[in-house]
Nanobody, 121 residues
Framework: QVELSESGGGLVQAGGSLRISCAAS????????MGWYRQAPGKERELVAL???????TYAESVKGRFTISRDNGKNTIYLQMNELKSEDTAVYYC???????????????WGQGTQVTVSS
């Protein structure tokens, strides 16, 4: 029974920073690949960043160098530190979790409810 709870979204001016969090429960957190996706109005949901159980990371080209994903296994939480925010970063940000053993099948993963990030210009 996976539960993912995002927090930390809000309104920020372009060029600013924001840190969002996702707390997971109902899983053996340390065995999961975790990630952040986002969906802007009129656009498809897209990958922002992934972090494996071994803390390897992957970033979308559009956020590389600006965003950092991290995990704290002791707190069952992942974070997305977002710096140098741009208006095009405005989206609902969703937490994603999938067990490493079935990560080849992303449809088996779980989603949070999302947190709104709005970047004003």
């Amino acid at each position: 029974q996976v539960e993912l709870s995002e927090s930390g979204g809000g309104l920020v001016q372009a060029g600013g920073s924001l840190r969002i969090s996702c707390a997971a429960s109902g899983i053996i957190f340390a065995t999961y690949v975790m990630g952040w996706y986002r969906q802007a109005p009129g656009k498809e949901r897209e990958l922002v960043a992934l972090i494996t159980a071994g803390s390897s990371t992957t970033y979308a080209e559009s956020v590389k160098g600006r965003f950092t994903i991290s995990r704290d296994n002791g707190k069952n939480t992942i974070y997305l530190q977002m710096n140098e925010l741009k208006s095009e970063d405005t989206a609902v940000y969703y937490c994603y979790a999938v067990r490493t053993a079935v990560a080849q099948y992303p449809h088996l993963g779980s989603w949070g409810q999302g947190t709104q990030v709005t970047v004003s210009s």
